[in-house]
């Protein structure tokens, strides 16, 4: 797991959010995750296309492959939409934000100002299918 420190903070992109993951983690009791959510970046967007999703990714992985053992996932119950974290090795990998359209604006432009971040390096998987809206 590599992570790119040029990649744009997504404290600095989507503070509102990046306070909600801090809250959130921190009333389920990840504590850990929640310091985390501070310093995580926004690598490539998720790419699935859905107009409802705006989930992406905080780190890049090899392309094909499984997030494997000590994958799991985390959903946080947001006041509206869906949050659910990838985490492996008390490292967050992916965020899955669903129906929060107010965030794409600042997702793209955050994604077009870093082009190297627009090549999610991974396959579709679980974090790639959404159970809709």
């Known amino acids: 797991m590599e992570q790119d420190d040029t990649a744009p903070l997504v404290r600095d992109v989507l503070p509102v959010l990046t306070a909600e993951l801090v809250r959130l983690l921190e009333e389920e009791g990840e504590r850990e995750l929640a310091i985390c959510a501070h310093d995580l970046r926004i690598v490539a967007d998720?790419?699935?296309?859905?107009?409802?999703?705006?989930?992406?990714?905080?780190?890049?992985?090899?392309?094909?492959?499984?997030?494997?053992?000590?994958?799991?996932?985390?959903?946080?119950?947001?006041?509206?939409?869906?949050?659910?974290?990838?985490?492996?090795?008390?490292?967050?990998?992916?965020?899955?934000v669903l129906d929060r359209p107010e965030l794409r604006p600042a997702l793209t432009a955050a994604l077009t100002a870093a082009p190297a971040a627009t090549s999610p390096g991974a396959t579709a998987g679980a974090e790639g299918e959404h159970p809709g809206p």
């Open 46 to 96: 998720c790419g699935c296309g859905d107009d409802f999703c705006q989930s992406f990714h905080t780190e890049r992985r090899p392309p094909g492959t499984p997030y494997g053992p000590g994958h799991r996932n985390v959903q946080l119950f947001a006041d509206r939409g869906y949050l659910i974290l990838d985490v492996v090795g008390g490292r967050i990998m992916f965020v899955e």
